[in-house]
């Protein structure tokens, strides 16, 4: 079964502070991009299409010589939203397998992590990468009341999220509302979304203290 990455890189840099995209931003002396296109190609072999806004083909062209020169990236216009970047990521994919979308700004998530997504998806349709709660949590009730709520009901949800293309593509052409988790429009259409078991280092980097 053929097997896809989308990679969703379109963020701008806003909360953190930074005129660079956060996706071009330095760690450990290279881009956040680049440890998390190298996480994906240490995995199976995997087809990886890559969402980026079009001013920023160039930064691309730059990076991709002087990390991925003998690998095969597809480059794909995003849009002003998530939502629609992954549907211009999906839209690039001829045929059926399986796709896991993932987010360009979380660098550690191990192969492991991606290859168990892929396992979840092709038995069950979908593996949702999610990690438990550790800290208590309350619902809030107006400006400054709140209620208790039990943590081991509810999970944080990481990426990849990894579904079999079809069933995605179809969801997304059913979506009639802009959403920020992939699998959230997976359950819309009517689909059972499956959680694999993520990692707490895998974090997005969103702000200076992330990066730190």
Do not use: C
């Amino acid at each position: 079964m053929v097997k896809y990455a989308l990679i969703v890189a379109g963020g701008k840099g806003r909360r953190m502070n930074s005129t660079t995209p956060k996706q071009f931003l330095e760690l450990d002396g290279k881009p956040i991009l680049v440890h998390t296109l190298e996480k994906f190609l240490l995995a199976e072999p995997i087809k990886i299409i890559l969402t980026l806004p079009g001013d920023h083909f160039d930064e691309w062209k730059k990076i991709q010589r002087k990390y991925f020169a003998s690998e095969e990236i597809t480059v794909v216009v995003g849009g002003e939203t998530r939502t629609a970047s992954v549907l211009a990521g999906l839209n690039a994919v001829d045929g059926d397998g399986l796709i896991a979308i993932h987010d360009a700004v979380r660098p550690f998530v191990s192969v492991e992590i991606i290859e168990r997504s892929f396992q979840f998806a092709y038995k069950f349709g979908s593996g949702i990468t999610a990690v438990e709660l550790k800290d208590s949590i309350r619902k809030k009730i107006g400006i400054d009341d709140s209620q208790f709520r039990d943590r081991s009901e509810f999970v944080l949800v990481q990426t990849p999220q990894t579904f079999q293309i079809s069933k995605i593509k179809e969801a997304y052409q059913k979506m009639s509302d802009t959403f920020s988790d992939d699998a959230t429009v997976f359950e819309m259409a009517g689909n059972k979304v499956k959680l694999v078991e993520g990692h707490y280092s895998n974090i997005k980097i969103t702000t200076q203290e992330d990066l730190k």
